[in-house]
T-cell receptor
Framework: GIQVEQSPPDLILQEGANSTLRCNFS?????LQWFHQNPWGQLINLFY???GTKQNGRLSATTVATERYSLLYISSSQTTDSGVYFC?????????FGAGTTVTVRA | DTAVSQTPKYLVTQMGNDKSIKCEQN?????MYWYKQDSKKFLKIMFS???????INETVPNRFSPKSPDKAHLNLHINSLELGDSAVYFC??????????????FGSGTRLTVV
């Protein structure tokens, strides 16, 4: 099956800092999504982004499908950004998740 | 209004018991899913249903039986529970339109503990 690698596995940020999370995948896909799992366990969809660039507030994402990677940018991080960020790739009916990047934002 | 709701939120049960988890979505989506998250937070697909039809069955033991009575509901029944079934089970839904998936909405999860 498709392999999904996320880096770094852990990230500690000071409030206000910027960061970049990376997702590499092993095969071409028509579905790529980024999710945030907050400390209470809720999974929130951040982006549906099989290609191109999108922005939503302080978050933006870029997927270069031909090179099989996606980047998630967090700018001016806040403590509420803490949690696990998952990249998931695949087809219409099946997503394979990466192991996640655990982000801790300190006040 | 909750978009994807799962019940119960917590489930503690003994080995060998049978239990069910219910999921309902009010988003009008045509596709629903069950994912399992293990203790290391790894998420893995179990089942996908599109318009009540099973699309994906990801080598899940026969003890797990999903049922989709209509597009808005996808329930999960588990027979003869084992210790290894302890995990968080997430229901999700999405709209798949002409081969384009508009992103998942997840439920809040059901934490199953088998003792």
């Amino acid at each position: 099956g498709i392999q999904v690698e996320q880096s770094p596995p852990d990230l500690i940020l000071q409030e206000g800092a910027n960061s970049t999370l990376r997702c590499n995948f092993s095969d071409s896909v028509n579905n790529l999504q980024w999710f945030h799992q907050n400390p209470w366990g809720q999974l929130i969809n951040l982006f549906y982004i099989p290609s191109g660039t999108k922005q939503n507030g302080r978050l933006s994402a870029t997927t270069v499908a031909t090179e099989r990677y996606s980047l998630l940018y967090i700018s001016s991080s806040q403590t509420t950004d803490s949690g696990v960020y998952f990249c998931a790739v695949g087809s219409d009916y099946k997503l394979s998740f990466g192991a996640g990047t655990t982000v801790t934002v300190r006040a | 209004d909750t978009a994807v709701s799962q019940t119960p939120k917590y489930l503690v049960t003994q080995m060998g018991n049978d239990k069910s988890i219910k999921c309902e979505q009010n988003l009008g989506h045509d596709t629903m899913y069950w994912y399992k998250q293990d203790s290391k937070k790894f998420l893995k697909i179990m089942f996908s249903y599109n318009n009540k039809e099973l699309i994906i069955n990801e080598t899940v033991p026969n003890r797990f039986s999903p049922k989709s009575p209509d597009k808005a509901h996808l329930n999960l029944h588990i027979n003869s529970l084992e210790l290894g079934d302890s995990a968080v089970y997430f229901c999700a839904s999405s709209q798949v339109f002409v081969g384009v998936n508009y992103g998942y909405t997840f439920g809040s999860g059901t934490r199953l503990t088998v003792v």
